[in-house]
Structure formats: structure tokens, C-alpha cells
């Protein structure tokens, strides 16, 4: 095997994040985007001690039973043949065997660990698997993605890139370079409805759109949300400095739309003037309403402003959350620490089964705003820090005794010293909330020397996607 050959392979299996595993002779190979039942053609690009990953160039033949994807967009880049969104990347598999495919990631990860007769439920789904997202980043850009055949064209032509004005998501890979998107069947009536619009009323507002190559033009990104329960909707156009638009225009524009059972509540601009293609906490200018949606969760009211996390799939994180109650019950817990609490979502939730309930937070802005919705919400007895936990978590356990501590970190898992301080506290109880099983595995096989594992339980908010959230409970051996 060497690298950039091309392999035919037959992918039979999953990777840890989803990806198509092929072998070849003694070789693994993952291959993003490829799915098990396709055989394919693709480009090595790394090796080392017998794994490889490669590019998906060509799908030589489809599974059976694939289906007809529904989106207009749907593709599977970085291929060098596809020109399609990378996003929904099962949308040609049915909802029941993305289901499959998720317990089998989560079982193969989790098992070599806990051994076959430890018992992983099966996913729980979403109750929606269309329209799902409440919430919508999409970016401005001059410049769209080119198969390599595409690309081959222009240069052999002497002909100059493509540049335009495009809307839409990056290439998985790529900063530079969009996937220009007309519709998202992802996105909700309401936003697909107001995405169109923000698309229809751009060349009125002047400017040009943001590149990132050269570092020029004004308009950079465009952020959508939807309170489901509430019909609040608020629009946030995030843009560089040098460009005055007349916002008159878009508020006119604005004032034209309609979808039941919704209101434009927020109407936003900030201005980014850094080079990372991310959307950051610069301060807001509200042109119109005011800089936050409503929304309910779990019977709890929430205020939601710009920055603020939210989990995207609403009606998804109340099975996530109901099944943390669950577990949580079992414990029986009179106080129970809530670590990288964000914007206290779970401790609120859990704030009914215990006396006391400590919130852990890096981010200050997500502090402020549990607090605040503790405080809507009448709830007395959720105390929210801005730290990191391995610093504030020894001082406040020695002060308050844990009986359950919920874990719920980001996607890159525990840090090496927050995974050593709860190692040397020693909570009577944990529930690891993970988004991403590998993390969840290396993290668990810390713990499992002190802790036993009662239940596993993986709950699936993003249908279409090989993402997968798992819960599990776990008890301390010897207490």
C-alpha cells in the first residue's frame, strides 16, 4: 500500500465517528462518508503500523437497500468526485439501520472494555428525523467547492476559478470553501423560509461577501434560531467592519414575513474583524426586538441569547435529558455536581431530585446565562461557577460532598487533570454524558479500575449523521 493509490475496497464495517472501514490484506482502512454495503474507490493519505485513512474518490457500487436521499445537496465530500453537502452523510440509509449502525459504533467501542455480557441498550431515537435543528450556522464566501475533475477544466482552459456570492456550509476540511445551500432539510419551515429570505434581500444591502483568502469584503455569517415550543425566531448577521448597509431595507423585508406560530423576535448584527472563519462573542447591535429567544425544555423556561448553547435538537434533548432523570433517581442524591454545566440546562432539569446542585462552567457568558434562567425558572437551589473544574471542584467537594456527579463535557472528553481530580475524589456516583464514543472509551477506561458500570444508555440527536450521545451510570466499587 502506498500513499495517494487508489484502492477498490469493500467497506464492511464502521469506524469510531462513522466513517466506512474497509480491509485490505493486512491493512485497515477508513474511509469518511463510505458506508458498509458500498464498494469504493479510494485515495490513501496516511498509514501507520497497519491503518491507513483514505479519501472516498469514486462509490462503484450502492448498498442494496440504499434509499433516495432527500435533500437536493446531499453528497459525500471531500470526494474528489462529489460536489455535494458533507453533513447528512446517511441520508441514502434508512432512519431504522442509521440506528443500527450508531449501537454498533457505541458496542464496539464500549464492549472491549466491559466485556459481552455488560448490556448497551438499544439507541433511543428522535422524534424527529427531519427539520430537527433549532439552530443554524451558515457563512458568506466568494469561493464554492470543485470536484477535482471540475477543477482540472478551468485550469486546462486557462481559465480563472469560479468566484461568486455564496451562502451556505464549509467543506468538511476547508474554511475556504463552501457548499453553496438553497435548502436544508434540517432546518425547520420557519428558517428555511427566513434563510431564503436573507438570500433574496443580500444585493440590496451592497457589500460584498467575506474571503477568506484575501481577507476582504464585509458580509461573514449568518446565525438562525428557532425556539420551538415559544415560535420565537431571531436572525444574527455577524460581518466584517467598512460597510454601512441601510438595515431598513432587510427590516422591510422582514416585516413581509409569516409561518404560523412564530415571531421574529430578534433581529441582530455584530462585527468580526479577526481572520478565523468562526462565529466569536463579539458585542451585538440589536436592530430589532431585543438579543434573546424564549424556548422550554423538560417543563423549564429558558431565555437564549446569541452565544448561549442550546441543545440543538429540542424535542431529542428532553429523551437525553429524561433518561439522566432516570438514572439520576437511582442515586437518590441529596447534592449533585453538574460538570461543564454550560448553560445549566441538566442541573436545572435535575434540580427537583436534590437538595443542592453545583454547576461547574468555564465559559463566564454561560454562567451568567444559568443563573439567570435558574432565577426565571424559581429555581433556589442551583449554584452556578465560572472555573475550570479541576481547579474548583476539590474545594467545593470538600465543603459539599458529592452524591452524584453528572459529567457532560466537550466532544474532545475529560481533560487529563479534571479525569484526576474525580479519580481522587471518589464520588459515590457518576452519569458521563458523552457526544462522541471514542472520547467516552479512553475517558471510561480511567475510571473503571474505581467505578462499575450499571447502565449504557445512547440517545440519538442528530439523525442523518453518525453522531451518537451515550449515557452511562456508574457506581464506585468500594465506597
Keep these: 500500500m502506498k500513499k495517494h493509490e487508489i484502492l477498490e475496497l469493500e467497506i464492511k464495517g464502521l469506524g469510531p465517528a462513522g466513517q466506512g472501514l474497509a480491509q485490505h490484506k493486512d491493512w485497515q482502512v477508513l474511509v469518511p462518508y463510505a458506508q458498509p454495503g458500498q464498494k469504493v474507490a479510494a485515495r490513501i493519505l496516511k498509514r501507520r503500523q497497519k491503518k491507513a485513512e483514505a479519501r472516498l474518490t469514486e462509490v462503484l457500487e450502492t448498498r442494496p437497500d440504499q434509499i433516495k436521499p432527500a435533500c437536493a445537496h446531499f453528497g459525500q465530500p471531500p470526494t474528489e468526485a462529489g460536489t455535494g453537502c458533507g453533513g447528512c452523510i446517511w441520508q441514502s440509509a434508512s432512519y431504522a439501520l442509521q440506528l443500527e449502525w450508531k449501537h454498533q459504533i457505541v458496542t464496539q467501542l464500549l464492549s472491549p472494555l466491559l466485556g459481552p455480557e455488560m448490556q448497551i441498550q438499544p439507541v433511543l431515537p428522535s422524534p424527529q428525523i427531519w427539520g430537527y435543528r433549532n439552530k443554524f450556522e451558515l457563512s458568506f464566501g466568494d469561493k464554492i467547492y470543485l470536484s477535482d475533475e471540475n477543477y482540472q477544466r478551468f485550469r486546462a482552459a486557462g481559465e480563472p476559478l469560479p468566484r461568486g456570492s455564496y451562502l451556505g456550509f464549509h467543506v468538511p476540511g476547508s474554511f475556504g470553501t463552501l457548499v453553496d445551500i438553497t435548502s436544508c432539510q434540517l432546518m425547520p419551515e420557519p428558517l428555511r423560509k427566513l434563510h431564503q429570505l436573507v438570500r433574496e434581500v443580500l444585493p440590496a444591502l451592497g457589500g460584498e461577501v467575506y474571503s477568506p483568502r484575501f481577507h476582504t469584503g464585509y458580509w461573514r455569517h449568518l446565525v438562525l434560531r428557532h425556539g420551538v415550543r415559544s415560535g ?31 415571531q421574529i423576535r430578534s433581529v441582530l448584527h455584530s462585527e468580526h474583524t479577526g481572520d478565523a472563519q468562526i462565529v466569536g462573542y463579539q458585542p451585538v447591535t440589536v436592530l430589532q426586538g431585543e438579543a434573546l429567544i424564549q424556548d422550554s425544555l423538560c417543563g423549564l423556561d429558558f431565555e437564549i441569547s446569541p452565544y ?166 456508574l457506581r464506585l466499587k468500594n465506597p
Aim: proline residues 6%.
Design 232 to 262: 420565537d425566531l431571531m436572525l444574527h448577521l455577524n460581518t466584517a467592519a467598512g460597510h454601512a448597509p441601510d438595515w431598513s431595507l432587510l427590516l422591510e423585508k422582514l416585516a413581509s414575513f409569516e409561518f404560523p406560530g412564530t
Design 308 to 473: 448561549a448553547f442550546f441543545q440543538t435538537n429540542t424535542q431529542a434533548a428532553e429523551v437525553l435529558y429524561t433518561q439522566i432523570q432516570k438514572m439520576a433517581a437511582q442515586v437518590q442524591a441529596r447534592t449533585i455536581y453538574d460538570l461543564y454545566s454550560g448553560t445549566g440546562t441538566i442541573g436545572m432539569v435535575l434540580s427537583g431530585q436534590a437538595e443542592q446542585v453545583f454547576g461547574i462552567e468555564e465559559i463566564e457568558s454561560a454562567v451568567a446565562d444559568a443563573k439567570k434562567n435558574a432565577a426565571r425558572n424559581q429555581i433556589q437551589n442551583c449554584h452556578f461557577q465560572a472555573g475550570k473544574v479541576e481547579h474548583l471542584l476539590p474545594e467545593l467537594i470538600e465543603k459539599h460532598p458529592a452524591d452524584l456527579v453528572i459529567i457532560d463535557p466537550p466532544r474532545a472528553g475529560l481533560h487529563p487533570k479534571a479525569l484526576k481530580t474525580l479519580l481522587q475524589l471518589q464520588a459515590p456516583a457518576l452519569i458521563y454524558v458523552s457526544c462522541n464514543p471514542a472520547a467516552l472509551a479512553r475517558d471510561l477506561e480511567t475510571l473503571l479500575p474505581l467505578y462499575q458500570v450499571e447502565a449504557i444508555q445512547p440517545v440519538d440527536l442528530f439523525p442523518q449523521t453518525g453522531h451518537i450521545e451515550t449515557i452511562l451510570s
